[in-house]
């Protein structure tokens, strides 16, 4: 049967650029699921979602893969960091069992929301058994630039 549900909270800080941390694990049924941030509307958001066994990512009007993985092991937990700035996307995905992170892919988007929007969550094809735990959103920082090394002074 074919299954679609979409929750966006409304009480998480409306944010243009930012970064989302969520911690999640699947069970045997794997099924569709995603991740928004930035989202405004059922079409103007960025979603990161799991699809048959390659994670894609998902502008205004565009999509396209962000690259394959494997499975993700049924009962496990995993952690995804999702960082947003203006059109530019990167996923990280942690397993925690192992503690190697993987970076699934890094993508510039033709379009993306111009404004600030909130997180949420999307399942499709299916009912499936997911457990999420400890979100997080908080505002994009650019990193510090590194600080100038000494140099020993020379005479000339």
């Not at 989202?39 to 690259?67: F, H, N, P, Q």
Request: hydrophobic residues 35%; glycine residues 10%.
């Amino acid at each position: 049967p074919e299954f679609f549900g979409r929750i966006v909270d409304d009480d998480s800080p409306l944010l243009k650029n930012g970064v989302m941390t969520v911690r999640f694990q699947v069970g045997e049924n794997e099924g569709r699921y995603g991740f928004f941030v930035r989202t405004t509307s059922a079409s103007e958001r960025i979603m990161v979602a799991y699809d048959s066994g390659t994670w894609k990512w998902y502008g205004v009007g565009s999509s396209g893969d962000l690259g394959a993985t494997d499975a993700l092991t049924p009962n496990q937990w995993y952690t995804m960091k999702i960082t947003y700035v203006d059109n530019q996307l990167k996923v990280l995905l942690t397993d925690e069992e192992t503690g190697e992170i993987s970076v699934i892919g890094k993508v510039t988007m033709g379009a993306a929301p111009a404004g600030p929007g909130h997180i949420g969550y999307v399942s499709w094809w299916g009912a499936k058994d997911m457990i999420i735990d400890e979100v997080t959103v908080e505002p994009y920082e650019e990193p510090a630039p590194p600080e100038a090394p000494e140099y020993a002074a020379l005479t000339i």
